[in-house]
């Protein structure tokens, strides 16, 4: 069911949200704790993508878009970051 | 159809001859597609901000390390909550909509619009904060990073709580149904967007060191 479905990605993205405020509050840094909260952000943001936005149902070209725009963005900002701790 | 093929046919529907899925994938997104193109020059404006910050920070570590420190990131973390919690909401309402449930889909779409409130509220708190110890654009560069990113996505929530308004009056007003509501679909999406970006804005900004 539809709606049941958009609760449970509701709760995964809360407790997402949690562990990547966690991570901060605990004081992690480096390139480990950075790839570790960018993986977060990326299944987060393909979960927003396709169940919020609804792209799960439609054929690859806007998916790709707006997915693929979540990705590239998320490894430009990891290889500055990986650049900018050595 | 063989043994192999029919035991697969069994497991699997969308293997029989001549399969009509009940839910075909569509080639457009949900919406008008003048929104998507919209959506899609936002996400680029965007991206060029996080990348011209990801790549300033690569050049002023220590600097960025210790203003961020400076942020509340607790506040940062309820508004991500916020605005998951209004896509949510609204995600709701358009799959109400779509079962012809109008009231339910409005008291959704209501929900939403107060949890977009409520962003608004925790990030006009955070700016009187900074602005109080005398912050500004001119204080240092991660400064000028952190106001003007969080402004223009903070503009972003002010116009989407507009259009979900816009659309929560024409639901009370009857306007949408399951047979008709691409309106609302139009403004859900637009709506997502916004949240979207803040999923990539709140560790780059709040959390990453």
Redesign the interface.
């Known amino acids: 069911m539809?709606?049941r479905r958009?609760?449970f990605?509701?709760l995964a993205?809360?407790v997402g949200?949690?562990v990547?405020?966690a991570?901060?509050?605990s004081g992690a840094?480096g390139p480990a704790?950075?790839l570790g909260?960018?993986s977060?952000?990326a299944v987060?943001?393909i979960w927003?993508?396709r169940?919020?936005?609804?792209?799960r149902?439609?054929?690859v070209?806007?998916p790709g878009?707006?997915i693929g725009?979540?990705l590239?963005?998320?490894a430009?900002?990891a290889l500055?970051?990986m650049?900018?701790?050595t | 159809m063989s043994a192999a093929e029919l035991q697969l046919s069994e497991k699997n529907p969308a293997a029989r001859p001549g399969f009509v899925s009940p839910h075909p994938a569509s080639l457009y997104p949900p919406g008008d597609l003048a929104i998507w193109v919209f959506i899609l020059a936002e996400l680029l404006a965007f991206g060029i901000f996080f990348a011209a910050y990801a790549i300033t920070r690569m050049h002023n570590v220590a600097l960025f390390d210790e203003m961020q420190l400076t942020l509340d990131r607790r506040a940062g973390a309820i508004n991500t909550v916020l605005l998951i919690t209004a896509s949510w909401c609204v995600a709701r309402a358009v799959a109400a909509i779509k079962r012809d449930r109008t009231v339910a889909s409005q008291r959704w779409l209501l929900w939403g619009m107060i949890a977009a409130v409520g962003f608004v509220v925790v990030k006009l708190f955070e700016y009187k904060a900074k602005l109080s110890l005398g912050i500004n654009l001119a204080t240092n560069t991660f400064y000028m990073f952190y106001l003007s990113l969080t402004f223009f996505h903070f503009m972003h929530v002010l116009l989407g709580l507009a259009i979900l308004g816009a659309v929560w009056l024409k639901t009370r007003q009857g306007g949408y149904s399951a047979a008709d509501h691409h309106g609302m679909e139009t403004g859900a999406s637009y709506w997502h967007m916004v949240d979207l970006v803040w999923i990539v804005l709140f560790p780059l900004v709040y959390v990453m060191r």
Request: charged share 15%.
């Open positions: 539809e709606a958009l609760d990605y509701w993205l809360i949200t949690a990547t405020w991570l901060g509050e840094a704790a950075v909260i960018l977060i952000a987060k943001g927003i993508a169940e919020f936005m609804g792209l149902r439609i054929k070209l806007w878009l707006v725009w979540l590239a963005v998320l430009l900002i500055a970051y650049k900018g701790s």
